[in-house]
Nanobody, 120 residues
């Protein structure tokens, strides 16, 4: 079993910054893609950013130039640096990861989410 634990959410004024972290633990052999999603109030969960084990990244158009996703493979941790935050960035941020175990099976796991609220 694998657990993903997010941290770093909170309340910030528009224009401010937050850094989210998501640490994976448990029966992990390797982690391929790690992602951040956002679920705004009343909306579906949407992909914000993703990063492969080799460091390739992609971003939603709405966050390009403001958010940066990075990872520390030694710590099985993914980060999301969020700058120039806007009220529309408000939502619950979830991380997910594609984790392979020792016998080569790959599963997708989700964290419990962390709330980000940006006030105008």
């Amino acid at each position: 079993q694998v657990q993903l634990v997010e941290s770093g959410g909170g309340l910030v004024q528009a224009g401010g910054s937050l850094r989210l972290s998501c640490a994976a633990s448990g029966s992990i052999f390797s982690i391929n893609v790690m992602r951040w999603y956002c679920q705004a109030p009343g909306k579906t969960r949407e992909l914000v950013a993703a990063i492969t084990s080799g460091g390739s990244t992609n971003y939603a158009d709405s966050v390009k130039g403001r958010f940066t996703i990075t990872r520390d493979n030694a710590k099985n941790t993914v980060y999301l640096q969020m700058n120039s935050l806007k009220p529309e960035d408000t939502g619950v941020y979830y991380c997910n990861s594609d984790v392979s175990d020792l016998i080569g099976a790959t599963y997708r796991y989700w964290g419990q989410g962390t709330q980000v609220t940006v006030s105008s």
